[in-house]
């Protein structure tokens, strides 16, 4: 490893320390036992509803852990992102978050665990744990790692679609530009890299990637009109695919084009090929201090889920709320 990349990773590790002073004591907060008194059947409650939730709906899974993502990065994981537009006078989180096509399956999924719970143990276990459990338990249904999920996080008392800008990462940053925002959130390179490996499942809309199929007008695109990084044949793939997505908007892609349903390490190896389907995948393999990390997750898929599994601790760890800082509230689409 070069001096200067080891000079960048070493600062932004030192960023992403210096982040979030409450997170490391909130976290410390959280406890795998939490409700194993006030409610011993939480854990099995949610892993029962998202698994049927999943079978009979398969895109629940990719849906719930994003939503698990997004919730956290905008005011820390405390369900403010599950609020509904409809029964709030303030314009919510997810009114911002209209355009990201958030997944119904989702707010479903984790609409029925929390019905379930209230009917075992009414106003106990909070919608923030119950997404993290859902998130959880979802990875390891579509064969990824699992891990235990420290709870105790407390809901949000307030939604605010003025907080998302600027907190989500956008497809078109640059990977220096996404590590500095995931190191505001307390995340290091590394443990991002392993997050975006996320996109091993799910899919994304034609719109989030357009640019770089059709007409493409960064350096390189030349006659063949695709992003030069793309490989060849899967860029004219996408191009029929995609034809006419501006009247259908909801044409979409799997992320990871190999293995789409399978939780596993093909994300990282597609990106060396051409195969990153989104701008900001793509980007992980250009630039250095990310790409030594795709390229050990590529090669190594025990390295993956075990960072994996620990980065999705962290991030379920950031801006939690405990104790008064927050509330259980009664209907996870509903502020109190
Ligand atoms: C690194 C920066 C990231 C960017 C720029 C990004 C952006 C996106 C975009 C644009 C989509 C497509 C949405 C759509 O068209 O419906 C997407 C999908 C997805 N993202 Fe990310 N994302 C990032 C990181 C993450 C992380 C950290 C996670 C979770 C740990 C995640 C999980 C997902 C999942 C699972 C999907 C598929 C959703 C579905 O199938 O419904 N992403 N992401
Ligand atoms: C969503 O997209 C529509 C059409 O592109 C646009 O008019 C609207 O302002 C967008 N809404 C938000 C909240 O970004
Ligand atoms: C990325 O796109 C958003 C809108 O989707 C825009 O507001 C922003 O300026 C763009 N950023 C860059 C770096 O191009
Ligand atoms: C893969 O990663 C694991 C966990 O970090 C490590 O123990 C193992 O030695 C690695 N395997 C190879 C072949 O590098």
């Not at 070069?2 to 000079?7: C, E, I, K, N, V």
């Not at 409809?86 to 119904?104: F, K, M, Q, W």
């Not at 999920?149 to 939604?159: E, H, M, Q, T, W």
């Not at 990390?293 to 620990?310: H, I, L, M, P, S």
């Amino acid at each position: 490893m070069g001096t200067l990349l080891r000079r960048v990773l070493l600062s932004l590790a030192l960023l992403a320390a210096a982040a979030a002073p409450g997170a490391a004591a909130a976290a410390a907060r959280l406890s795998t036992s939490y409700y194993s008194r006030s409610c011993p059947r939480a854990e099995q409650i949610v892993s029962d509803v998202v698994a049927a939730k999943q079978q009979a709906n398969p895109s629940t899974a990719a849906g719930t852990l994003r939503l698990f993502f997004h919730d956290c990065f905008v005011s820390g994981c405390d369900a403010s992102v599950l609020v509904s537009p409809l029964s709030s006078d303030r314009t919510p989180e997810r009114a911002a978050e209209i355009n990201l096509s958030l997944p119904g399956d989702a707010f479903d999924a984790v609409a029925r665990a929390k019905a379930a719970l209230e009917a075992a143990c009414p106003g106990t276990v909070s919608c923030a744990d119950i997404l993290a459990l859902a998130a959880r338990d979802l990875v390891g249904i579509l064969g990824g790692p699992r891990f235990p999920v420290p709870l105790g996080r407390r809901d949000a008392r307030r939604s605010d679609a003025r907080d998302v800008e600027g907190n989500l990462p956008r497809t078109n940053m640059s990977a220096r530009a996404m590590t500095v925002l995931f190191a505001r959130k307390g995340i290091t390179p590394q443990e991002m890299v392993a997050l975006a490996g996320a996109h091993t499942v799910g899919f994304s809309h034609c719109s989030e990637f357009a640019h770089r199929v059709y007409n493409y007008k960064g350096k390189g695109g030349g006659a063949s009109g695709h992003d030069p990084s793309l490989n060849p044949e899967f860029a004219r793939a996408l191009q029929s695919s995609c034809a006419g997505y501006e009247s259908n908007p909801d044409i979409s892609i799997f992320n990871d084009i190999v293995t789409p349903r399978e939780f596993d390490e093909l994300y990282f190896k597609n990106l060396p090929r051409g195969l990153g389907l989104l701008a900001s995948d793509a980007a992980l393999w250009e630039y250095p201090p990310t790409k030594v990390f795709v390229q050990q997750y590529a090669d190594n898929r025990t390295a993956f889920f075990q960072d994996f599994a620990k980065a999705m601790q962290k991030l379920g760890t950031v801006g939690v709320k405990t104790g008064r800082q927050g509330v259980v509230r009664r209907q996870c689409d509903i502020l109190d």
